[in-house]
T-cell receptor, first 114, second 112 residues
């Protein structure tokens, strides 16, 4: 079956540091890939998405590129802020009648210190 | 007002009790979902519904049931709660046009 694996956390960085959170997937078809972010006490919010190979999703300074050859969708940001402290989830789903059945990674806790 | 509203936000109850978690949405979406979140496991799908007459089991439906009372309402029930159902529960919605899901703020459920 399909699965998503994220790098283990927690990740602790200083403000303005470079961020990478690794995500790899196993899929039987050609899924869409997502990064969701969960701030303390809140639900998940879509951060970015990519729907096909070589697509790059970007939002709020975060980027991730859909790499079919390495089955990866790593999240990057050039300069993190304290306000980026949150839990980050990588996920995949398929289109058509199966759309929306998200398969999540285990989540990576990010803490950014001033 | 929130687009996806879950009630209650927090609940503590005892083993064997019947619990209902409610979700309502103002986004006009057809599709609604219930997930549970456990530390280190991410979110796992319990049940989902693509319209009012459609109910489908997710990967961990045992011990749970759902009711889609209207397009805007989707409730999750635990008929006889047990401690390993202690978790954070999320409702989500999406429309039928291949768009991402929108999540509520979650219900923290503790079963003693």
């Amino acid at each position: 079956g399909d699965s998503v694996t994220q790098m283990e956390g927690p990740v602790t960085l200083s403000e303005e540091a470079f961020l990478t959170i690794n995500c790899t997937y196993t899929a039987t078809g050609y899924p869409s890939l997502f990064w969701y972010v969960q701030y303390p006490g809140e639900g998940l919010q879509l951060l970015l998405k990519a729907t096909k190979a070589d697509d790059k999703g970007s939002n709020k300074g975060f980027e991730a590129t859909y790499r079919k050859e390495t089955t990866s969708f790593h999240l990057e940001k050039g300069s993190v802020q304290v306000s980026d402290s949150a839990v980050y989830f990588c996920a995949l789903s398929y289109g058509g009648t199966s759309y929306g059945k998200l398969t999540f990674g285990q989540g990576t806790i990010l803490t950014v210190h001033p | 007002d929130a687009d996806v509203t879950q009630t209650p936000r927090n609940r503590i109850t005892k083993t064997g009790k019947r619990i209902m978690l409610e979700c309502s949405q103002t986004k006009g979406h057809d599709r609604m979902y219930w997930y549970r979140q456990d530390p280190g496991l991410g979110l796992r799908l319990i049940y989902y519904s693509f319209d009012v007459k459609d109910i489908n089991k997710g990967e961990i439906s045992d011990g749970y049931s759902v009711s889609r009372q209207a397009q805007a309402k989707f409730s999750l029930s635990l008929e006889s709660a047990i401690p390993n159902q202690t978790a954070l529960y999320f409702c989500a919605t999406s429309d039928s046009n291949n768009q991402p899901q929108h999540f509520g703020d979650g219900t923290r459920l503790s079963i003693l």
